[in-house]
């Protein structure tokens, strides 16, 4: 058995828009910020995801620190939603706040998924399947 199964995973990365990417996750996606801080050895960050779950996502910003943008299109977190009216409602709710589906950069995920583009360039597939 792995050593790994049981603990909780932390999706970190740099971004130069931290108010757009807060609203994408938080707004767009439905997530909560579970914490923030400020001037942390320079550094601003902000933690968004959903109590009790076993992931969530941070974003940082340094002052003076370029981040840029993904480096491809095919940089991908992918959310699996089996049910088809959620699934709806959380593509619906994307859209609502002003975010249009782009096409997928391998188009396996737009068979059954909406892909989105945060502010950095980094995608979002919410996938209407469930996971294997």
Same mark, same amino acid.
């Given at each position: 058995?792995? &050593? ?9 990365? $740099?971004?130069? #828009?931290? =108010? ?12 909560? !910020?579970?914490? #923030? *801080? ?10 968004? %995801? ?6 969530? +996502?941070? *974003?940082?910003?340094? @002052? %003076?620190?370029?981040?840029?943008? &993904? $480096?491809? @299109?095919?940089?991908? +977190? ?13 593509? =619906?709710?994307? !859209?609502?706040? %002003?975010?249009?589906?782009? $096409? &997928? *950069?391998? $188009?396996?995920? =737009?068979?059954?998924? &909406?892909?989105? @583009? ?11 399947? @469930?996971?294997?």
């Amino acid at each position: 058995m792995s &050593a790994l199964i049981g603990t909780h995973l932390r999706v970190a990365r $740099p971004t130069d #828009e931290i =108010d757009e990417i807060v609203a994408f996750y938080r707004d767009g996606l439905g997530f909560d !910020v579970l914490g #923030e *801080f400020r001037g942390h050895e320079g550094f601003d960050g902000v933690m968004l %995801g959903h109590a009790g779950v076993a992931y969530h +996502l941070e *974003f940082t910003r340094k @002052e %003076g620190h370029r981040a840029g943008r &993904a $480096p491809t @299109e095919d940089n991908l +977190l992918v959310f699996y939603l089996p049910d088809r009216d959620l699934w709806r409602q959380a593509v =619906d709710r994307m !859209v609502a706040c %002003g975010y249009e589906p782009v $096409p &997928a *950069f391998n $188009p396996y995920w =737009d068979r059954q998924g &909406a892909t989105f @583009e945060d502010p950095d360039g980094y995608r979002v597939v919410l996938q209407n399947a @469930e996971w294997p």
